[in-house]
């Protein structure tokens, strides 16, 4: 164990340079160049006995931090689709949408566990199945937290001042079919 860390950190000393400059040159912010070097040297620590000796170890670490990015770009689009999906669907639900300052201000008001299980529903897409995963807790106990949260945050947007839309008769179908 001791010659392969020490192989590593003599990898690790060589190529961190190269694959840090490779990282900030395709990365809006260094933070995001930092985590794709973190993740890109975690897996090479994981697959060591994979990567290849001398200068073919850097094109290889340019190649996975090169898939690490692509996963990364990933993840910021559909974090921006349901950031677009959750703002869709406040706008649906909102009389106005100056009401938007408010709305962030009733949100931000809620317990973090209620905050955490409405952003798990709305931005990471979980059903009562993924929530009870996440929570390790039943299907059941779930969809109860998930039910008491929406009521606390429904009861602060209405001391807000903040008027819901009923429901359509999809969105019902929709909650009365067990989807969050």
Not at 37 to 47: D, K, L, N, S, Y
Request: include cysteine; charged fraction near 30%; glycine fraction near 6%.
């Amino acid at each position: 164990m001791d010659d392969r860390k020490a192989r590593f950190e003599e990898m690790y000393a060589a190529m961190y340079g190269p694959i840090l400059g490779y990282a900030l040159r395709r990365c809006s912010s260094p933070e995001d160049a930092a985590d794709v070097v973190a993740e890109t040297f975690t897996v090479a620590w994981r697959r060591f006995d994979e990567v290849p000796a001398g200068e073919k170890a850097r094109l290889w670490l340019y190649g996975v931090a090169r898939r690490v990015l692509a996963n990364q770009r990933r993840g910021e689009s559909r974090r921006r689709l349901r950031t677009t999906s959750l703002q869709d669907e406040i706008a649906a639900v909102v009389a106005d949408p100056s009401d938007a300052p408010a709305i962030r201000r009733a949100f931000g008001d809620l317990s973090d566990d209620d905050r955490e299980l409405l952003g798990l529903v709305a931005w990471e897409g979980l059903d009562h199945s993924g929530l009870a995963a996440v929570l390790r807790c039943s299907k059941g106990a779930a969809r109860v937290r998930l039910h008491r949260a929406r009521k606390r945050f429904s009861r602060a947007l209405h001391a807000a001042g903040i008027e819901l839309k009923p429901l359509t008769m999809n969105q019902a179908a929709l909650s009365a079919n067990g989807d969050p």
